[in-house]
């Protein structure tokens, strides 16, 4: 509810400085402007969601779980579970670029669209962009079955993204580091533990039937 009325708020103040005559002239449809500003907004959209998506995606992967791939003998997992396991053992750098990097093509976005499309529009294309393709569908599918091999395909990425923002997000990290710990996913393993796990290995959703 707070989001839609900043949004509704925004939407009415574009709307006044329109009437108002403060509006810039909007690139007309025959300029080949306007289909560079388009690819441009669609592509910080796209940008946008692969970011949410794997802050979501990777928050969700078990650093134990990949721990214990490193050392299987299935050669796919140890491949898989090597750079997903460096990527996770700086966690805040990790947090800090993924979302400063959504946070820049999020207030990108409507910088462009305004160009091509009225003040007000624009807030409710890139709202609506930004609820469902940068937000609900990348988390979705991030944080689903696929989340582990959506994140091996793009560690490379998330690499150059750190390198690139790291003079930007090295000062939030070392803050976090020190104010917050380093973040650990260790499971503590006691008999009651050990019984529940037992269990739940039996139960019907593991396809026992009694």
Request: aromatic share 12%.
């Amino acid at each position: 509810m707070r989001s839609l009325r900043l949004t509704l708020a925004a939407i009415m103040v574009s709307y006044s400085f329109q009437s108002s005559g403060y509006d810039e002239p909007l690139i007309p449809l025959s300029s080949p402007l306007f289909y560079i500003y388009a690819l441009i907004s669609f592509s910080l959209a796209c940008f946008a969601g692969v970011c949410s998506g794997l802050t979501v995606g990777f928050m969700s992967i078990s650093k134990t779980e990949m721990q214990i791939w490193v050392n299987s003998d299935n050669e796919y997992e140890r491949k898989v579970a090597k750079p997903i396991l460096e990527i996770l053992g700086n966690h805040h750098l990790l947090l800090s670029t993924l979302l400063l990097s959504n946070s820049l093509s999020l207030e990108a976005l409507p910088i462009f669209l305004d160009k091509i499309v009225p003040s007000y529009l624009a807030i409710i294309i890139s709202t609506i962009a930004v609820v469902i393709f940068g937000e609900v569908i990348p988390q979705a599918y991030c944080t689903g079955s696929h989340k582990i091999a959506i994140g091996y395909f793009f560690s490379p990425f998330i690499r150059l993204m750190e390198f690139v923002l790291y003079p930007f997000v090295s000062p939030i990290t070392y803050v976090l580091d020190n104010w917050l710990g380093h973040h650990d996913d260790k499971i503590v393993l006691t008999p009651e533990n050990l019984r529940s796990i037992l269990l739940l290995h039996d139960s019907k959703e593991y396809g026992y039937r009694p």
